[in-house]
């Protein structure tokens, strides 16, 4: 069954103190179930003290990245028993900050979807087009090559455990959003380009999370297309309030 999700992504932001405040704002604000399931990826040194302040909350704790391989000289990489031995089995792979800065590529991220899933972990996995991809009206090839780069080589019994999160390039972290439109046409597409790997069956399944500076002024409006199933949240979910605020968004 196709899940809700909001999922905050905190990137290279606080420190352990500054994780533990904002967790316990989570805390303190949350009340009652929350109309999504909740997930928040802080960086690799808080990812434990996330998750032992988590624990018997209804908040997923994620990670960021991870590394290909099980282990070995991998100077600074963290691998996937690594994330699972502190609690993390959830692992964000693919966005787009590390496609531009880390050169991943649709190959590599195959490599790393195949390690999570052998893990058993559950994978949010990024993609989306540049500003240049769109205006030259090459959007929903690009969207379609990262897809089938990285996931159509997958088992149908592996998509249970990957949650897609469509974030063009040119709403991330720039106050621009896809217009709710916008967003429910890439989703409808991506939905049937699985549809048409897959069968319809895990298409209508497969939660598609919308990312690129969603907020509480417009989260709702992005959330109520029949094809959005939540959001990728960067900027917004480093303040408690407006995190709870876009969860509360359904
Ligand atoms: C992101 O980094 O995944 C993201 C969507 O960022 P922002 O919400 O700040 O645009």
Not at 43 to 53: G, R, S
Not at 189 to 198: D, E, M, N
């Amino acid at each position: 069954m196709r899940k809700n999700i909001v999922a905050g992504n905190w990137k290279m932001n606080n420190d352990l103190a500054q994780t533990q405040e904002l967790i316990a704002d989570l805390k303190k604000q949350m009340s009652g179930e929350p109309k999504a399931t909740v997930m928040v990826a802080p960086t690799y040194t808080n990812l434990y003290p996330a998750f032992e302040a988590l624990k018997n909350t209804p908040i997923i704790v994620a990670a960021q990245n991870m590394h290909q391989n099980a282990k070995g000289a991998f100077t600074g990489e963290i691998s996937a028993a690594m994330l699972k031995s502190v609690g993390v089995e959830t692992v964000i792979l693919g966005h787009s900050e590390r496609r531009a800065y880390f050169k991943e590529s649709n190959e590599l991220l195959a490599e790393k979807v195949n390690t999570a899933l052998e893990n058993d972990m559950t994978v949010i996995f990024c993609f989306g087009e540049e500003l240049e991809d769109r205006k030259a009206d090459k959007h929903f090839d690009l969207v379609e090559s990262q897809l089938k780069e990285s996931l159509y080589h997958l088992s149908k019994e592996s998509w249970k455990n990957i949650i897609l999160a469509y974030e063009p390039v040119w709403a991330i972290g720039t106050g621009e959003t896809a217009s709710p439109e916008q967003a429910q046409e890439m989703h409808a597409f991506i939905r049937k380009s699985v549809a048409g790997a897959y069968g319809s069956e895990i298409a209508e399944d497969v939660s598609i999370l919308y990312g690129g500076s969603c907020k509480p002024g417009n989260a709702k409006e992005i959330f109520a297309n029949k094809d959005v199933d939540g959001g990728l949240i960067g900027g917004a979910s480093l303040k408690a309030e407006d995190f709870l605020a876009i969860v509360n968004s359904f």
